[in-house]
């Protein structure tokens, strides 16, 4: 049997009020979503000028990262056409997000869940969801 960490609200809240504070810092009003290891949303934040067709996109780059394992960004280039993840933007329902912006987030080892940000330029969305990541792990140290 695998015992493992899992995120605890107080740890979302550490991840939601970073990101927050780093989209603040950056300009740009964000679509913010956290979820578990098996992609399931614990926590959203939509800022008030963050873009309503973002909603989804951030709840799907946060699911796609906790699912996968690894960043949307990888899915960038592996999801394009003739390359060896196309299509995965169509399997779950259309769940799968292949643009930057989630990060798989990462405890003792294990993927305890992620964060996936949306409403600006594809960097600045993983820039906030990295500043939610980092925060946690400041925290656990």
Known sequence: MKMVPKL???DV??????AELKAVEIGVD??????????HLLMFVRMDAARVLSIQIAMDKAFTAAC?????????????PGQPAFGIHASHQGRFAIFPGG???????????????????????????????????????
């Open 13 to 18: 809240r550490v991840m939601m009020a970073a």
């Open 103 to 141: 990060l798989p987030v990462v405890v003792d080892g294990h993927v305890v869940g992620a964060v996936g940000c949306s409403s600006g330029h594809p960097d600045q969305d993983e820039a906030v969801a990295r500043a939610g990541v980092e925060a946690l792990a400041a925290s656990l140290a």
């Open 30 to 39: 964000m679509d913010i979503a956290v979820c578990d290891d098996g992609g």
């Open 8 to 10: 605890s609200l107080a």
């Open 68 to 80: 996968a394992r690894r960043s949307t960004r990888d899915y960038a280039t592996a999801g394009a």
